[in-house]
């Protein structure tokens, strides 16, 4: 029989027929119905034209046809399966792997990548957003973006972007609170604080304020989201004033989703970094970490 006429179909249905000796059984593997297998079955048979199983009470008994026929699929189909496992593997390892925190990835890295892909032979971009610092082994990642301050123990690091505040809100709620004159009078609305991990509550707002000359209080008040994304969020939703850094909100502003409430930018103590392995020498990620670091 030659190959384009293989009745690849038939074939699977016989060899899961034959694994659970019932037509059921197959079906179920297969997710089709009882009687899709069963009309394979009679069509492989028939274009073969010998029987391959024998019909009884108990299920299906395969004949000597059958039996012959059985172990060259079952190698077949193993083979297929582990020859397709392998290449995805192999995709999969030609993939690079980076994590950055959610606010960054959604403001910033995603709205950028098709950029990246409209670069020659650009490999796949496997994004991990992620608030905790992933594991470069147990978890896979090649490139990390975090915003911090250097050393990272065991980790090389290169600059890739400061980082500056601004106060933002929504243009209904600056409307109400117009007009501004200090920037301590920012201290009489609702406040949003986006401080993650162990910076403590407002500790941006006392940046920003601070580099405005404005001594901080012991205790500033509001709603925390630990997150900058959902902050940002609830400021475009009028709930009150947040902290944005100005490198990542350009899409907001540009859509009118937010306003700067208070024209005075201040350069945060922190930075963003790219860190990865001191061992890292990836052809494909150091590509990718160029791209970054032009983008």
Request: glycine share 6%; charged share 20%; net charge negative.
């Amino acid at each position: 029989m030659h190959r384009r006429n293989l009745p690849f179909s038939a074939l699977r249905a016989f060899e899961a027929a034959a694994r659970h000796n019932s037509v059921s059984g197959a079906a179920k593997e297969l997710s089709v119905t009882h009687s899709a297998v069963s009309h394979q079955l009679k069509q492989l048979e028939a274009k073969l034209g010998i029987p391959l199983f024998i019909r009884t009470n108990r299920g299906l008994r395969m004949t000597h046809q059958g039996e012959t026929l059985l172990p060259v699929l079952l190698e077949s189909f193993d083979r297929i399966a582990i020859t397709l496992d392998e290449l995805r593997m192999q995709d999969q390892d030609q993939a690079i792997h980076i994590t950055c925190t959610p606010s960054f990835a959604s403001k910033w890295l995603v709205p950028r990548l098709n950029d990246w892909y409209t670069q020659l032979d650009a490999n796949r971009v496997h994004l991990h957003p992620s608030l905790s610092f992933l594991d470069f082994k147990s978890d896979n990642i090649d490139i990390a973006i975090r915003c911090g301050t250097p050393p990272w123990k065991n980790l090389h690091h290169e600059i890739f972007m400061p980082i500056h505040l601004v106060p933002v809100c929504s243009p209904g709620y600056l409307q109400r609170i117009q007009p501004l004159k200090q920037a301590e009078e920012l201290l009489k609305y609702d406040l949003i604080h986006a401080d993650v991990g162990d910076h403590d509550l407002g500790e941006e707002w006392c940046d920003w304020l601070s580099g405005c000359g404005v001594v901080c209080p012991n205790n500033i008040d509001g709603l925390s989201f630990h997150d900058p994304a959902l902050a940002m969020q609830a400021a475009a939703d009028g709930m009150g004033l947040a902290i944005g850094y100005r490198e990542l909100i350009d899409n907001d502003l540009n859509s009118g989703r937010l306003v700067i409430a208070f024209d005075r930018v201040i350069k945060h103590q922190y930075s963003y970094y790219l860190v990865y392995p001191l061992d890292q020498n990836n052809a494909s990620v150091n590509v990718f970490k160029d791209w970054l670091l032009n983008s």
